[in-house]
């Protein structure tokens, strides 16, 4: 069984105010088939882990580890990671000019498979998926996102997860600003993709909306670089709620700073 395992991760970024530390001892174990729901305020660090995952060069590791079957994730290239069976969706989808959707598609399945696909079979799969996310077959001829609505940006994301199969992916906010009908196809496509090859899931999201679409087997709440609280779906209910004046309360007593009854 494929294992993602993170363990007291530290993590820090340079700002023109000099290094902040954003994660702050992050341990969080996601097995192959499991959808574990990472939630929070703004600002809490939900983003920079799933950043950090992937390898963005902006985020400094201070110290922890992160391992995937076992190996050393963090001692990996960004390429590697992807080969090793990561996937990372990201809240806000990059325009890439000059380069067709289906060209795009079918270079990153022959690089992380190390072999070009079928071209009869590789069609035949990418209008079923497209098709099934409800996107319009002139979209293989488009450029990757250039001129893409917020939705289809989305979707074009999910499409990557179906197509490419990944072991584990992390999709942050995927479901930010989405409408209800887009938000119900991509819960679909992330569904389906879980369906298909049983890859372990991290849904980063503020809100529980995406939650009534795919259900979590944990949730972990996010504060302060920390998790704060984890439980199973059933938390999520409570933050739908009472939101998470409750853990903010808390942050701010332990560190000594302002409570929401005391702001302003």
């Known amino acids: 069984m494929s294992v993602l395992k993170i363990k007291d991760l530290h993590v820090s970024v340079e700002t023109e105010q000099g290094t902040k530390q954003?994660?702050?001892g992050v341990d969080l174990t996601v097995n192959e088939g499991?959808?574990?729901a990472i939630m929070g305020p703004n600002g809490s660090g939900k983003s920079t882990l799933a950043y950090t995952i992937a390898g963005h060069p902006k985020y400094h590791v201070d110290s922890g580890s992160i391992t995937l079957d076992g190996e050393d994730l963090l001692a990996m290239t960004v390429d590697a990671r992807a080969r090793a069976g990561?996937?990372?969706?990201?809240?806000?989808p990059v325009e890439i000019p000059g380069v067709a959707v289906t060209n795009f598609l079918r270079t990153a399945k022959t690089a992380i498979d190390g072999v070009q696909p079928s071209i009869r079979t590789w069609t035949n799969q990418v209008t079923e998926s497209m098709k099934n996310l409800r996107m319009d077959s002139s979209f293989k001829d488009r450029n990757v996102n250039e001129g893409f609505s917020g939705g289809e940006k989305k979707r074009h994301e999910i499409l990557q997860l179906e197509l490419l199969a990944p072991k584990f992916a992390v999709l942050d906010e995927t479901d930010s600003g989405l409408d209800v009908d887009a938000l119900k196809i991509v819960a679909e496509g992330v569904n389906r993709a879980k369906a298909n090859t049983g890859l372990g899931i991290m849904l980063i999201t503020h809100y529980t909306r995406i939650l009534r679409y795919i259900s979590p087997d944990f949730v972990h709440v996010f504060v302060d670089g920390r998790i704060a609280e984890q439980g199973g779906p059933e938390l999520a209910d409570r933050l739908e709620n009472e939101g998470y004046d409750r853990f903010l309360a808390s942050d701010a007593l332990?560190?000594?700073?302002?409570t929401p009854t005391n702001l302003g």
């Open 86 to 92: 990561l996937f990372l969706a990201m809240q806000y």
């Open 22 to 24: 954003i994660l702050k």
């Open 254 to 258: 332990a560190t000594g700073g302002p």
């Open 34 to 36: 499991e959808i574990h």
